[in-house]
């Protein structure tokens, strides 16, 4: 049974830092490219950040360009996200996920249960 | 890219068929084959309904389907059961491996 674990989230201030991990099981991890996507409290989802299966096609969301860096340990079976200088408008559920076709197929097969993450002073 | 545009809500009584429209641009939906529909009960994550525009997961009703014309996608559920009431997320490729999704649909089954 494929499975996606989110830890992490948690209250952070504004200019803060933290790292988000997605544990990854029940397929081959290191043949599929993963997602990082996040929901604002009452609000749609949004695209953050995708990387290829051995971690060399990277893409960011511009809102986060910059501030975020996506990563993945295939030996650990294991997608990260370390989100810094955190603004207000990044509060949110992060969901990991993963491309459906294995290869940039534009899809997302398998969710997460999600990690929230709070910016607030 | 901007954010697709779904209406915020629709809603049908039991046995309906509705539809939820996403429009996009000539750069996103209007470009490429790729849209796809993701249903989210409340607190829970999103579930893939429909990929590829038009092909169905292993295990979702073939009651969901989905179509595109120009820069407008649309997923059609017929025969509305309550159990469809739910929030309905569209997605597009657009371009340079990022996806774009839409702001989301509220089902209300009355």
């Known amino acids: 049974e494929v499975q996606l674990v989110e830890s992490g989230g948690g209250l952070v201030q504004p200019g803060g830092s933290l790292r988000l991990s997605c544990a990854a099981s029940?397929?081959?991890?290191?043949?599929?490219?993963m997602y990082w996507v996040r929901q604002a409290p009452g609000k749609g989802l949004e695209f953050v950040s995708v990387?290829?299966?051995?971690?060399?096609?990277?893409y960011y969301a511009d809102s986060v360009k910059g501030r975020f860096t996506i990563s993945r340990d295939n030996s650990k079976n294991t997608l990260y996200l370390q989100m810094g200088s955190l603004r207000a408008e990044d509060m949110a559920v992060y969901y990991c996920?993963?491309?459906?076709?294995?290869?940039?197929?534009?899809?997302?097969?398998?969710w997460g249960q999600g990690t929230l993450v709070t910016v607030s002073s | 890219h901007s954010a697709l545009t779904q209406p915020a809500s629709v809603s049908g009584s039991p046995g309906q068929s509705i539809t939820i429209s996403c429009t996009g641009t000539?750069?996103?939906?209007?470009?490429?084959?790729?849209v796809s529909w993701y249903q989210q009960h409340p607190g829970k994550a999103p579930k893939l309904m429909i990929y590829?525009?038009?092909k169905w997961p292993s295990g979702v009703s073939n009651r969901f389907s989905g179509s595109k014309s120009g820069n407008t996608a649309s997923l059609t559920i017929s025969g509305l059961q309550a159990e469809d009431e739910a929030d309905y997320h569209c997605?597009?490729?657009?371009?340079?491996?990022?996806?774009?999704f839409g702001g989301g649909t509220k089902l209300t089954v009355l």
């Open positions: 990387i290829r299966t051995n971690g060399g096609t990277i």
């Open positions: 996920a993963r491309d459906g076709g294995g290869l940039f197929k534009y899809y997302l097969d398998y």
């Open positions: 590829e525009v038009n």
């Open positions: 000539s750069s996103d939906v209007g470009s490429y084959n790729l």
């Open positions: 997605c597009s490729y657009a371009g340079s491996s990022t996806l774009v």
């Open positions: 029940g397929f081959s991890f290191s043949t599929y490219v």
